[in-house]
């Protein structure tokens, strides 16, 4: 049995959920998301309260109900409160700075990179080597975040490139010359 998919979800004020077709709707301070529920799955909303049920008491049915109200959960939190990730570029000359809702990125290529921000998703940069990523939807914001990390990513011997803030990088000893 999922012990996460158990948890009941608590609905804050001000937060309106409906449920019609399969399909959820969480609507807060910070805007709007949908998603479409899985057949394998049921949400029973009463009283403040969400209850994700399965329809079938099997292997894939109970691995549903823990991602389908870890989803959910994060579409509340979302809509509320929104979501935040910061990455960092490290090497020198490497810099990235906001046109719009591009992000121009410096990386040592011969040109720098453009970066189209999507919709839903808005970014910060500070002292031209932190890219502060916002939004409601937790699933857009990592792929974007991960988009970006992957225009760069840090190699093991200067550790140069972008790396999620907080992200520890496994540096490599460099080659030593034989005398």
């Known amino acids: 049995m999922s012990r996460v998919g158990k948890k009941p979800i608590t ?19 910070k805007g709007l998301l949908t998603r479409s529920i899985n057949t394998m799955i049921d949400l029973k909303i009463n009283d403040g309260i969400i209850n994700v049920i399965m329809m ?3 292997r894939v049915g109970r691995s549903l109900q823990g991602l389908t109200r ?27 700075e906001l046109n719009g ?7 040592g290529y011969s040109n720098p990179v453009k970066f189209e921000l999507p919709e839903g998703i ?3 940069i500070d002292r031209n080597n932190i890219i502060k990523l916002s939004g409601i939807d937790k699933e857009k914001l990592g792929l974007t975040a991960a988009a970006i990390r992957q ?21 490599k000893a460099g080659k030593t010359g034989v005398k």
């Open 11 to 29: 609905i804050p004020e001000k937060t309106k959920i409906t449920y019609k077709d399969r399909i959820v709707t969480v609507q807060g301070e």
């Open 151 to 171: 225009l760069r990513p840090p190699e093991p011997y200067k550790g140069k490139g972008i790396k999620y803030a907080g992200e520890r990088i496994r540096r």
């Open 70 to 96: 870890s989803l959910v959960a994060n579409m509340i939190t979302g809509v509320n409160k929104g979501f935040e990730r910061s990455l960092e570029i490290n090497g020198i000359g490497y810099r990235a």
């Open 56 to 58: 079938k008491d099997d």
């Open 122 to 124: 808005s970014a910060a």
């Open 101 to 107: 809702r591009t992000i121009v990125l410096n990386l």
